[in-house]
């Protein structure tokens, strides 16, 4: 079992990946393959970093052959994906973002389609649009015909991905969450 772990932080030490690695460390306990990816550095590997919708459809011009294409390729082949965030003014990463925005070859071939996803988020405080940050990642991956994964567990909390603020190496529930999302992420596989 493959699961690829989406970081769509600049920083690939901070908070996001911490998480993300948290997550891993308990998938790859459970015998799962796990690799946690920078969007930041994908993304960057094109072109143009952003979408211009410079043909339809989409020949992949600005990222055929980059680390982008590479990374959309994972997406493809995994069992499942998870897409982390700071969260940026209420939302995503402008990293997501483009990274989502230059999906339509994916999208036009339904290559991600039913692929299943969950979202770990990070906030600067404890309410700080952590729960919103979520759901426009899942409204993103939507788009693409994927499937989104709760991690509701015996916590009987966070059901819609980890979300934690800062740092995340101190926040308890985050940590105890990233624990719960494995556990339904291989219940989930099984």
């Known amino acids: 079992m493959y699961i690829l772990a989406l970081n769509g932080s600049h920083n690939n030490d901070g908070n996001t990946a911490f998480l993300l690695n948290e997550i891993a460390g308990h998938l790859s306990k459970n015998g799962a393959e796990c690799e946690v990816v920078s969007v930041h550095e994908a993304v960057s590997s094109a ?3 952003f979408c211009v919708s410079c043909q339809s459809p989409c020949e992949k011009a600005c990222y055929k052959g980059t ?18 965030s700071p969260v940026y003014f209420g939302s995503m990463t402008a990293q997501m973002k483009a990274f989502f925005d230059k999906t339509r070859a994916p999208r ?3 290559a ?9 988020t990070v906030g600067a405080s404890k309410y700080g649009g952590q729960e919103r940050t979520a759901d426009h990642i899942h409204s993103a ?10 991690n509701g567990s015996e916590l009987g909390m966070g059901h819609f991905g980890v979300s934690a603020h800062r740092p995340a190496c101190e926040d308890e529930l985050a940590i105890k969450q990233c624990e719960s999302l ?9």
């Open 112 to 120: 991600w389609l039913g692929k299943p996803i969950a979202t770990v």
């Open 141 to 150: 991956a939507l788009v693409s015909g994927m499937v989104i994964v709760g």
């Open 108 to 110: 036009a071939e339904k």
């Open 47 to 49: 072109k143009t970093p």
């Open 182 to 190: 494995a556990t339904a992420i291989i219940k989930y596989l099984s």
């Open 67 to 84: 680390m982008l294409d590479e990374v959309f390729e994972k997406v493809k082949k995994a069992d499942f994906v998870i897409f982390g």
